[in-house]
């Protein structure tokens, strides 16, 4: 099963930024890692071989995993959001009814997520129950601690 991920213009070229710089910059660093380590003689028991055989394993599934989202990433037209419920993209703000603070999110995509910037993913408890609110409705999110529970204030696009 494919996972469609959406994506603004700004976080789509920024993975694909981040996908060039691991195949054009790391894969080479990594196999030359592998080669200088191979010219040290016996591999059997050689650990820096090793040790740069699995580091460039790893970098092969991080580049295989990067490109299957950008395989399945969808741009999303934010001015064509229907602000009438919380979607993905959307700007909400959003009352903890526990505490009565306010906060505005967005909700992105998990890797476009940035808490600091109010950028919550889709993915994340609160995207969960937040997704399909309208304004006014109660959002009820399973956390560790218990259940929080959110009103939603306001829906807007940027």
Do not use: C
Not at 31 to 59: F, H, M, P, T, V
Not at 77 to 104: C, F, G, M, P, Y
């Amino acid at each position: 099963m494919t996972k469609v991920s959406y994506y603004t213009p700004e976080g789509l070229k920024k993975l694909k930024d981040e996908l060039n710089q691991l195949r054009d910059v790391e894969r080479p660093k990594a196999s030359q890692a592998i080669a200088d380590a191979r010219d040290k003689g016996d591999l059997s028991e050689n650990a820096e071989y090793d040790a740069a055989k699995e580091a460039q394993g790893l970098l092969e599934l991080r580049i295989s995993k990067m490109e299957e989202i950008l395989s399945n990433a969808r741009i999303i037209d934010e001015s064509q959001l229907d602000t009438s419920k919380v979607l993905v993209h959307s700007h909400v703000r959003i009352k903890n009814l526990a505490n009565k603070t306010e906060v505005k999110y967005k909700l992105v995509a998990q890797s476009e997520a940035d808490l600091k910037a109010g950028k919550i993913s889709v993915e994340s408890p609160i995207g969960k129950g937040l997704l399909g609110k309208q304004v006014g409705e109660t959002a009820e999110v399973e956390v560790p601690n218990g259940t929080m529970k959110f009103e939603i204030l306001e829906i807007w696009r940027e």
